[in-house]
C-alpha cells in the first residue's frame, strides 16, 4: 500500500523500526484518504500536506476540511470535520495516579481517585486521558498547551449532551465532545469546535 500513499507518509512510515509501527503509519493515511470520500475527495487523488505553525497538518487547497489522526496499540483513529478536530485512542494499561496527580485539575484527579474500584479508577483516567488530548489537539496547541490549562468534568448522570464540561481559557471558541467505547481494552474521543 505504500504506493498509494503521499511521500511524506510514505517517508513517515519507513522511518520507523518496526512493522507495526510502520503499518500504524500507513493505515493513518489510508483511513484519511477513505474519510476524505465524504467530503468529495477521491481516495486516488494526490494530497498534498502544509503545516500550520504549530505543527498542525492540514490539506493544501482544502481549508474547509480539517482532520486529525491518532493510534495506539493496534489501532488507527481519523477525524475529519468541516470545523476544526483533535481525536485520541488510547490502549488501556493501569491507570497512572500519579500522572493524573501531576497533570490534571484537582478535580479531575479526585473524580479518578475516589472511585471505588482499580477497574473504575483506571476507565475514568483513560477517559480523561483522550477527552484532555483530544481536546488539546483540536486547538492545534498539542503538548504546548499544559494538562492543567483547562477542566473537563464527566458527569455519566446529566443528560446526552451535558455529560461532559469544559472550562479553558485557551480561546473563545466553544467545543463538543464524543466519546467511543467500542474496542475493549481501549477508550477514544473527538473534540470538535462547534
Given at each position: 500500500?505504500?504506493?498509494?500513499?503521499?511521500?511524506?507518509?510514505?517517508?513517515?512510515?519507513?522511518?520507523?523500526?518496526?512493522?507495526?509501527?510502520?503499518?500504524?503509519?500507513?493505515?493513518a493515511?489510508?483511513?484519511?484518504?477513505?474519510?476524505?470520500?465524504?467530503?468529495?475527495?477521491?481516495?486516488?487523488?494526490?494530497?498534498?500536506?502544509?503545516?500550520?505553525?504549530?505543527?498542525?497538518?492540514?490539506?493544501?487547497?482544502?481549508?474547509?476540511?480539517?482532520?486529525?489522526?491518532s493510534?495506539?496499540?493496534?489501532?488507527?483513529?481519523?477525524?475529519?470535520?468541516?470545523?476544526?478536530?483533535?481525536?485520541?485512542?488510547q490502549?488501556?494499561?493501569?491507570?497512572?495516579?500519579?500522572?493524573?496527580?501531576?497533570?490534571?485539575?484537582?478535580?479531575e484527579?479526585?473524580?479518578?481517585?475516589?472511585?471505588?474500584?482499580?477497574?473504575?479508577?483506571?476507565?475514568?483516567?483513560?477517559?480523561?486521558?483522550?477527552?484532555?488530548?483530544?481536546?488539546?489537539?483540536?486547538?492545534?496547541?498539542?503538548?504546548?498547551?499544559?494538562l492543567?490549562?483547562?477542566?473537563?468534568?464527566?458527569?455519566?448522570?446529566?443528560?446526552?449532551?451535558?455529560?461532559?464540561?469544559?472550562?479553558?481559557?485557551?480561546?473563545?471558541?466553544?467545543?463538543?465532545?464524543?466519546?467511543?467505547?467500542?474496542?475493549?481494552?481501549?477508550?477514544?474521543?473527538?473534540?470538535?469546535?462547534?
Amino acid at each position: 500500500m505504500l504506493d498509494k500513499v503521499s511521500d511524506m507518509r510514505r517517508n513517515k512510515a519507513m522511518s520507523y523500526r518496526f512493522m507495526k509501527d510502520r503499518c500504524l503509519s500507513l493505515g493513518a493515511e489510508l483511513l484519511l484518504r477513505d474519510a476524505l470520500c465524504d467530503f468529495g475527495i477521491d481516495r486516488t487523488e494526490p494530497l498534498e500536506f502544509e503545516y500550520r505553525k504549530n505543527g498542525k497538518p492540514y490539506l493544501r487547497g482544502h481549508d474547509d476540511i480539517f482532520f486529525n489522526l491518532s493510534h495506539s496499540g493496534d489501532y488507527v483513529m481519523c477525524a475529519v470535520s468541516g470545523s476544526e478536530a483533535g481525536c485520541d485512542v488510547q490502549k488501556m494499561d493501569k491507570g497512572d495516579m500519579k500522572l493524573a496527580e501531576r497533570f490534571f485539575t484537582e478535580r479531575e484527579y479526585h473524580a479518578i481517585a475516589d472511585l471505588s474500584t482499580e477497574e473504575k479508577r483506571r476507565d475514568m483516567f483513560y477517559r480523561y486521558w483522550t477527552l484532555k488530548e483530544s481536546f488539546m489537539k483540536v486547538t492545534g496547541l498539542g503538548m504546548q498547551l499544559a494538562l492543567d490549562a483547562f477542566e473537563i468534568l464527566i458527569d455519566d448522570d446529566a443528560a446526552p449532551g451535558e455529560r461532559i464540561a469544559l472550562t479553558q481559557h485557551v480561546d473563545d471558541r466553544t467545543y463538543s465532545f464524543t466519546e467511543y467505547d467500542c474496542i475493549p481494552g481501549y477508550k477514544a474521543a473527538v473534540c470538535t469546535a462547534i
